[in-house]
């Protein structure tokens, strides 16, 4: 029996490591009210739950989302993963909360994250593209920045980890990880690049949850008295759905800025 208990052990932490949140991010929506909260987990979970409340005060508020299974197709055995998103609404601008997410099979440490402004806002975000895991020496100065408040959000504009898919998906795991100390306080917005480009973006795709439904390509959201647009130029060159995403974002691009006009 003494040997037993020890094997017992390891595989009930190993269970309970599965389940624990990891990845997380903050996402802008479409509306300065809102935030939606990205996690990952390595085993299903019953419910996707955030617990939130304003900074210093109780967790009171509680949000539930959805969980997907992402299923990679790089290496030599699978790695399926679970991603949480959970919509977090009516929050105040410019104000700080403190948030936990997961489930009641496990649950992240305690983070504090800052909402963005109103349209009378001035706002700082941190633009830039080309951030890998490897040599990403601007991590340690974008957490820097995020810690202290003097940045309201990030841009990154493609060549995610360099890259998201690599070594079955754990590089992208592993530069999530890494920049969740920003992710988890600033909202932390994405578009492709040509390093997404594998099994049709499936990475980009599945890991992000930036506005609309256009599989994280082309969105508009406000922050402050800015209305940034993102759009893909990587249609242009993967072709492998014909023109039609083309004409679809010009499209979607004309009707968003005639409703940007006349708002």
């Not at 190993?14 to 990952?40: F, G, K, R």
């Not at 080309?130 to 040599?135: I, R, S």
Request: with cysteine; proline share 4%; glycine share 8%.
């Amino acid at each position: 029996m003494q040997f037993l208990l020890p094997l017992f052990c390891v595989v009930a932490i190993s269970e309970w490591a599965l389940t624990a949140p990891e990845q997380v991010m903050i996402a802008a929506t479409e509306q300065y009210s809102e935030l939606v909260i990205t996690w990952v987990t390595f085993e299903s979970t019953s419910t996707s739950q955030v617990l939130y409340g304003l900074n210093g005060g109780p967790l009171s508020n509680v949000a539930y989302g959805s969980e997907t299974e992402f299923v990679h197709k790089e290496g030599k055995k699978p790695l399926t993963r679970y991603i949480h998103r959970v919509n977090l609404t009516n929050l105040l601008p410019l104000t700080k909360y403190d948030y936990m997410c997961g489930s009641l099979a496990n649950w992240s440490k305690l983070f504090t994250m800052r909402t963005l402004g109103d349209g009378t806002s001035p706002t700082t975000l941190a633009v830039f593209g080309d951030l890998g895991y490897k040599n990403g020496q601007s991590i340690y100065s974008l957490i820097s920045e995020a810690t202290n408040g003097t940045i309201d959000g990030v841009l990154h504009c493609g060549d995610i980890a360099y890259n998201l898919f690599n070594d079955g998906g754990r590089n992208g795991d592993d530069f999530l990880n890494a920049i969740e100390p920003i992710s988890s306080k600033v909202p932390y917005m994405v578009a492709p690049g040509n390093h997404e480009w594998l099994h049709n973006f499936s990475d980009y795709q599945y890991r992000f949850s930036m506005p609309g439904n256009t599989f994280n390509g082309y969105y508009s959201w406000n922050v402050g008295s800015a209305h940034i647009i993102s759009l893909t130029t990587e249609i242009y060159f993967f072709l492998w759905d014909g023109i039609d995403l083309i004409k679809q974002q010009y499209d979607w691009l004309v009707q968003d800025l005639q409703m940007y006009k006349t708002s």
